[in-house]
């Protein structure tokens, strides 16, 4: 299917690694001039340079926190009228919620909400003077399927997904969707690190959790982030104007439930 995005711009965060480089490289196929943000230079030129030389498009690279207003800035200065936007970032790391403070929260509130947020206020209404924009926000299936050990991860993120349904119901009518990917388990650095902490934990050591991690999922495997990037391509294609403030599981079929 031809997507019908080549020429537009997209500004896509964590897109040095995972499944935000997912996201870019399938946008970049598809002829779409993207600039990633993280907050690593090295592993951004290293995207950028292999990205650009897959797609045949330069693909530009910014150094930007998405928690803080110096990042949002930079990011809008390397890309300053994205029709595409898609925010993405680590969740936090395993633990007992008896143990998180105050500024855990905060933490996590300003990656994981907070953040996407501004970067939606920031870019919205300029989408809606062009009569076209994509927002994507890579979420995580936890929001439908609460870990316990990933109570910083739950809270913040399902306060993003409450936000994205009231505000996508308001920029649908100028061609402006806002929906979210809800992944399950991939096999992402994101993913390594968790299965590390819980196999420092005590839970196993890590070759054996990952492996039944893995296997314990009904497709028998973890994700590939190149299938979050496809689905991402999708959404942010002339042809989803239609879907707006969806939460879209991709889990091979994990999670337990009818809707």
């Not at 105050?102 to 996590?108: R, S, T, V």
């Not at 993003?160 to 929906?179: D, E, K, M, P, S």
Request: proline letters at 4%; charged letters at 20%; one cysteine or more.
């Amino acid at each position: 299917m031809k997507l019908d995005i080549a020429g537009r711009t997209a500004l896509v965060f964590g897109g040095s690694r995972g499944m935000g480089r997912a996201c870019a490289r399938q946008l970049a196929l598809e002829g779409v001039q993207v600039t990633i943000a993280a907050r690593t230079e090295a592993s951004l030129r290293e995207a950028g340079t292999a990205l650009a030389a897959e797609s045949g498009i330069a693909v530009a690279h910014v150094v930007a926190d998405i928690t803080t207003a110096a990042g949002r800035d930079a990011a809008l200065a390397a890309c300053p009228s994205p029709d595409i936007l898609v925010n993405n970032g680590d969740g936090c790391p395993p633990g007992d919620f008896r143990d998180w403070t105050q500024q855990h929260w905060h933490d996590a509130l300003d990656a994981m909400m907070l953040g996407p947020i501004a970067m939606m206020r920031r870019t919205v209404d300029p989408m809606i003077e062009r009569g076209f924009g994509r927002i994507v926000n890579i979420v995580s299936r936890s929001v439908k399927v609460p870990q316990a050990e990933l109570g910083l991860s739950n809270g913040a993120r399902a306060g993003l997904v409450g936000f994205v349904a009231g505000l996508a119901r308001q920029t649908v009518r100028h061609n402006v969707t806002i929906n979210n990917i809800l992944p399950g388990a991939f096999a992402t650095d994101a993913q390594r690190h968790h299965v590390e902490a819980l196999a420092r934990s005590g839970g196993g050591s890590f070759d054996q959790l990952w492996r039944e991690r893995g296997q314990a999922n009904p497709a028998g495997r973890f994700g590939q982030p190149e299938e979050v990037g496809a689905l991402c391509a999708y959404l942010c294609s002339a042809h989803a104007g239609y879907m707006t403030g969806q939460s879209l599981l991709i889990d091979g079929g994990g999670y337990p439930g009818t809707f």
